[in-house]
């Protein structure tokens, strides 16, 4: 049973436009929502959260949308830039399940100079 | 601030034999974090840790894999005996006790098994 799902397993985007990473998860006890990004043989590293009271948090390039309403969220990058090519993975915790992360499959993305 | 390292970085075994995981979280940092990520998934976690106590490992295959964490710091990581099934990349977390807030978990580079 995935509780937390990204449908598409990769996605290619041209430099300087927008990158959108779609994430849709399945438990309503979700209340923390995070990004990490991984880029090959190293591990994943933290991008970017929001708490399920907000709706939208921003930092710099990367934006991440929670439609509570939908268990939906994704992730903006804009402007694209070539080092933002790694595979992308949406999180999320419970504060009842001790933020126990659930990691959804990932999205690779590549960056198109 | 040196970040979580762990060793070996790749291991190949032969199914039936043992094999061990070290990781060395950033120092202070009480909650430590195993995963097995097979190829084209997340992270799943296995075990973690609070200083020395086992918070949750209801995913660890407890017939064969085994970790403990001595003096709330290193802790090493054993599966005995391997399986096919067992290839996978092994990721070491750490993180602060959360008070306030939520935690962010900081990754190591990964161990990646081979099981033949």
């Known amino acids: 049973d995935q509780q937390v799902k990204q449908n598409s397993p990769s996605l290619s985007v041209q430099e300087g436009r927008i990158s959108i990473l779609n994430c849709d998860y399945t438990n309503s006890m979700f209340d923390y929502f995070l990004w990490y990004k991984k880029y090959p043989a190293e591990g994943p590293t933290f991008l970017i959260s929001?708490?399920?009271?907000?709706d939208k948090n921003e930092d710099g390039r990367f934006t991440v949308f929670l439609n509570k309403s939908a268990k939906h969220l994704s992730l903006h990058i804009v402007p694209s830039q070539p080092g933002d090519s790694a595979v992308y993975f949406c999180?999320?915790?419970?504060?009842?399940?001790?933020?126990?992360?659930?990691f959804g499959p990932g999205t690779s993305l590549s960056v198109i100079p | 601030e040196a970040g979580v390292a762990q060793s070996p970085r790749y291991k190949i075994i032969e199914k039936r034999q043992s094999v061990a995981f070290w990781c060395n979280p950033i120092?202070?940092?009480?909650?430590l974090y195993w995963y097995q990520q097979i190829l084209g998934q997340g992270p799943k976690l296995l075990i973690q840790?609070?200083?020395?106590?086992?918070?949750?490992d209801s995913q660890l295959p407890k017939d064969r894999f085994s970790a403990e964490r001595l003096k709330g710091v290193d802790s090493t990581l054993k599966i005995q005996p391997a399986k096919l099934e067992d290839s996978a990349v092994y990721l070491c977390?750490?993180?602060?006790?959360?008070?306030?807030?939520?935690?962010?978990?900081?990754f190591g580079p990964g161990t990646r098994l081979l099981v033949l």
């Open positions: 929001i708490s399920s009271i907000k």
């Open positions: 120092s202070g940092h009480a909650t």
């Open positions: 840790f609070q200083n020395n106590g086992v918070v949750d």
């Open positions: 977390a750490s993180s602060l006790d959360r008070v306030q807030g939520r935690v962010t978990q900081y």
């Open positions: 999180a999320a915790s419970a504060r009842t399940s001790y933020d126990k992360v659930i």
